[in-house]
């Protein structure tokens, strides 16, 4: 039997290597993950470029306002907020490849951190997404629902117009590395609005509000604004006209006989004691602040009349008894007229003006 060659393996081990070292210079396909993969320098700084802030464009999409509650100042909204600003370092040109099919997250990119001044509770997230075009802009677009706190103007009330804020600012950068430009977004939402007694009358950005000072620095804030108004028919009909039939039932005391005090006694304290009763229930509906509003102020006044007409009983009661008979009857026909006259000055001025 023929021995083998004792070459042949070495040939063997030689064309071996040289294989292997030609697959290792044959260009490599990269890898998706790593396509996707931003440095973590990008995470950290922003993109100032010519010592110019980084312009964020700011825009929230209202999807429903679904509680207004004035006595604690706050009401409750559904929005969309999208944030979107520019990165070269993210570009296609730079990178040499486009982020368009990659699925990225707000931790994955350097982002402005903006985040809302009077979030009254923890807002809920119901949806968020982002996406970097061929050009290095970046658009992160977040669904949320949340607790706002607002001030609240009840002078007026129940005629009253409210401004609710939803503030915004970014803590983590300051005005040289941050601009906030307000931006509309190109969907409209319809004005309809689901909290019952209140109608949408418009909603704007609001980019004259002033910076926000912590300490030496000094933050970009940018304020969206809804306003909204009241719709007075549940205290025009619940309220104020019950008050009115209890002023008017006083006012009747006015065209009975002196001689028949007894009535006019019980009628004048009859009234009293339901307006007492009845501003008892009143009371849990009413804003508490410590001035007084449009609602307040015919209350009060509704009172006073229907304790001057008890008082004006108890004065011609007192002259039918002392035989001065002619001078109540002259005191109540000049008291209804003055009554009624005050009564309707006073829903002048609290109700018509």
């Known amino acids: 039997m023929a021995s083998s060659h004792p070459a042949k393996p070495l040939i063997a081990l030689v064309l071996c290597l040289l294989l292997n070292s030609v ?36 825009g929230i999409l209202l999807i429903d306002l679904s509680e207004i509650d004035d006595g604690d100042q706050t009401f409750r909204v559904d ?19 486009s982020f368009a099919d ?8 350097w982002n402005p951190d903006i985040r809302p001044l009077n979030v009254r509770t923890q807002h809920r997230v119901l949806g968020e997404a982002l996406r970097v075009d061929a050009s290095g802009t970046v658009v992160y677009e977040r669904h949320v629902q949340a607790t706002f706190a607002s001030r609240f103007h009840l002078r007026e009330f129940p ?7 939803i503030q915004l600012a970014s803590f983590s950068y300051g005005r040289g590395q941050v601009r906030i430009v307000p931006h509309a977004f190109d969907e409209v939402a319809g004005r309809e609005i689901s909290v019952a007694g209140w109608r ?35 205290f025009l009909w619940n309220f104020v006209l019950p008050l009115g039939f209890i002023v008017l039932m006083a006012w009747s005391v006015f065209w009975l006989d002196p001689k028949a005090w007894g009535p006019q006694i019980g009628i004048a304290t009859a009234s009293a004691f339901t307006l007492v009763a009845f501003l008892i229930a009143l009371r849990s509906r009413l804003p508490p602040v ?29 002259f039918a008894e002392t035989d001065r008979l002619e001078l109540a009857r002259r005191l109540d026909a000049y008291g209804r007229w003055i009554y009624i006259g005050a ?9 018509v003006r």
């Open 290 to 318: 410590p001035y007084l509003t449009r609602l307040d102020e015919l209350i009060l006044f509704s009172t006073i009349l229907v304790f001057v007409a008890l008082a004006q009983v108890v004065v011609t009661s007192r």
């Open 343 to 351: 009564l309707g000055m006073v829903v002048y001025m609290t109700l």
């Open 159 to 165: 005629f009253d117009v409210q401004s609710l804020r």
């Open 200 to 234: 949408m009358l418009d909603e704007h950005p609001d980019a004259g509000v002033g910076p926000i000072k912590v300490g030496p620095k000094q933050f970009t804030r940018v304020d969206h604004v809804l306003l909204v108004a009241r719709e007075p028919g549940y």
């Open 23 to 58: 697959a290792l210079a044959a260009p490599q396909k990269p890898d998706a993950a790593d396509a996707c993969t931003i440095p973590a320098e990008i995470h950290r700084d922003p993109p100032i470029q010519g010592g110019a802030p980084v312009n964020v464009e700011l």
């Open 102 to 109: 990659c699925r990225l997250e707000l931790k994955d990119v």
């Open 79 to 97: 929005v969309v907020v999208r944030l979107r600003w520019r990165d070269p370092r993210l570009g296609a040109k730079v990178r040499g490849g």
